[in-house]
């Protein structure tokens, strides 16, 4: 509509209002600049960086599964049919061709993680053959004992160096952490190797995994008292899925035998690939083994491994050891103990020995008198482990002094068990009861025969010497002191 012709009642018309006077300003609607308060704007800071960051949080998995991944790359197709032709090789026990199988692999594929793992096994797989072989041979066969330790201590830098390389590139690999272990085990070192076993798998996962039993059971065959029914019943699992390698079967045999179950070692060396390194050794090692005969009151200390535990009072004792009856009181199970080593019977006494430590963990006298059934066995490496957690309970008890030293001796370590011989002679007087040799192989004499000692007869445990209250010293079993036996 057009606009009114005249003001309507009461309003102002345009004329009137003059315009001279500056209207003032309201300040609510004043359009000009104002200060700004700061408090606003720091809220407003504050509050964007803090949804920033909780944002940032919780997407943070996604952002992170959407970064793209390096992938390992693929398996050369030559690389793969060479490491399946070593892997088949293995099987079989044929260990120079997985070899130059893995050589051919690893010249085209150098990095690879399956290349490294298969590489790290075989050199597992050969070293342990020194590592079980020191364990078999005779205590008289000096120049084998020396020719098969050098063996193990070249194979060494070559197996660390695979099992570190496996582990590098695939450090949660359950399979790399495996031969981790077997490389730290066949280094001697135990305590680090069971720090790995975590990193193998679940319990379950191992129990299911023939390999992985394996290393754990082989594991435990390094300590010093295994337990031979949880050893041998693993080494069985693992031996029964194998194939023709052996490597299971070899260290079964070794468990069955220690264990005093020769019939059954016997069985399990037939089923041992006629061509494996070690079944001349095994074949020995089993044979000189004794065979509990029908009826023998004995045959409870050499049960299988399958069986309960020993019963002590089954065994068959004579003369001063007869007073004991059945006692299970651990000084008449020394006096057992020694009396059955005296007689050569070092199984009998082995076990002896592991009872008194059921009663006593801390029994230097057991300790070392199992490191001295242990060196006439032909295992100084386990020998010199218990005289020296012997020592560790009495660090001047005289039997596991000479027994270092004896040990270190029959390793062909001769200088160092010549520091250990001139130690005792310097350390305590000929009253002490060192054996007489001590004092030749203290004075450099390593070349020549050493002195046969004088004949002993078993009387019963003397007193201590330097060793604990009431504490019993070893009886008449210390190394190089038996009767008609020259020493190591």
């Given amino acids: 509509m057009p606009p009114p012709t005249r003001p309507r009642y009461g309003d102002p018309s345009y004329e009137d209002i003059d315009t001279s006077e500056p209207i003032p300003a309201d300040p609510r609607y004043s359009i000009a600049p104002q200060r700004r308060r700061m408090g606003g704007w720091i809220v407003a800071v504050v509050l964007t960086l803090g949804v920033g960051v909780i944002g940032y949080r919780v997407g943070q998995p996604y952002l992170t599964a ?60 050969r070293a342990d053959i020194p590592w079980l072989k020191q364990r078999l041979i005779p205590e008289t066969s000096e120049d084998e004992l020396k020719a098969t330790k050098q063996e193990l201590a070249d194979l060494l830098p070559a197996l660390r160096k695979a099992a570190d390389d496996a582990t590098a590139v695939a450090p949660d690999d359950p399979a790399a952490n495996r031969v981790k272990v077997d490389a730290l085990r066949i280094a001697g070192d135990g305590a680090s190797a069971r720090n790995f076993v975590p990193k193998m798998g679940s319990t379950s996962q191992t129990a299911s995994q023939p390999e992985a039993v394996y290393v754990l059971a082989a594991l435990d065959l390094g300590e010093i008292s295994p337990l031979w029914a949880t050893v041998i019943e693993r080494l069985r699992t693992a031996a029964n899925a194998e194939g023709n390698l052996g490597r299971a079967r070899a260290a079964l045999i070794y468990a069955l035998a220690r264990n005093g179950d020769s019939a059954t070692a016997l069985a399990e060396l037939g089923r041992l690939p006629a061509r494996h390194p070690l079944a001349a050794a095994l074949r020995a090692f089993v044979q000189k083994t004794p065979v509990p005969a029908k009826g023998d009151a004995g045959a409870a200390a050499v049960a299988s491994a399958s069986s309960g535990p020993v019963d002590v009072n089954a065994l068959p004792h004579s003369g001063a050891v007869a007073a004991g009856g059945g006692s299970s009181d651990p000084r008449v199970l020394l006096e057992r103990a020694a009396e059955a080593e005296n ?13 008194v ?25 386990t020998s010199r482990q218990y005289f020296a957690r012997a020592l560790g309970v009495n660090p001047n008890f005289m039997p596991a002094l000479v027994g270092q030293a004896d040990a270190l001796w029959k390793e062909g370590d001769k200088n160092a068990a010549t520091v250990k011989y001139k130690d ?44 604990k209250p009431g504490e019993l010293s070893l009886p008449a079993n210390t190394p190089g002191d038996l009767p008609g036996v020259t020493p190591p």
């Fill in 66 to 125: 959407a970064t793209p991944t390096t992938a390992a790359p693929a398996l050369d197709p030559k690389a793969a049919k060479w490491l399946t032709e070593g892997e088949h090789a293995l099987e079989d026990g044929n260990l120079e061709l997985a070899k130059d199988n893995f050589i051919k692999a690893s010249a085209v594929q150098e990095k690879d993680p399956h290349v490294l793992l298969d590489i790290a096994k075989l050199a597992a797989i």
């Fill in 343 to 355: 007689r050569g019977q070092l199984l009998q006494a082995s076990k002896l020995y592991e009872d």
């Fill in 424 to 467: 005792i002679v310097e350390r305590f007087p000929e009253s002490a009861g060192y054996p007489a040799y001590c004092k030749t192989r203290a004075a450099g004499s390593v070349s020549g025969t050493a002195p046969v000692a004088p004949e002993t007869s078993h009387k019963g445990p003397p007193p201590a010497a330097g060793g």
């Fill in 357 to 381: 430590l059921r009663y006593d963990a801390r029994s230097s006298e057991a300790l070392a008198g199992l490191g001295s059934v242990s060196l006439k066995q032909g295992d100084p490496a």
